[in-house]
């Protein structure tokens, strides 16, 4: 799991979404997509290795 992460990816759209509260141990909390309007936790994933750009 991932300490922190500069957005997520809705599962939906497929879009990165800023707009989210997460957690180290219980993952993403809450978040919601303003492209599309999903803010069901569930359907949002942290983005994967390739995705983050340091
Ligand atoms: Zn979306």
Same mark, same amino acid.
């Given at each position: 799991m991932l300490d922190k992460v500069d957005f997520i990816v809705c599962l939906n759209c497929d879009s990165p979404c800023y707009f989210f509260e997460y957690d180290a &141990? &219980?993952?993403?909390?809450s978040a919601f997509c303003d492209v599309c309007g999903n803010d069901d936790p569930i359907q949002f994933r942290p983005p994967s290795d390739d995705e983050i750009e340091e």
């Open positions: &141990k &219980k993952g993403i909390v």
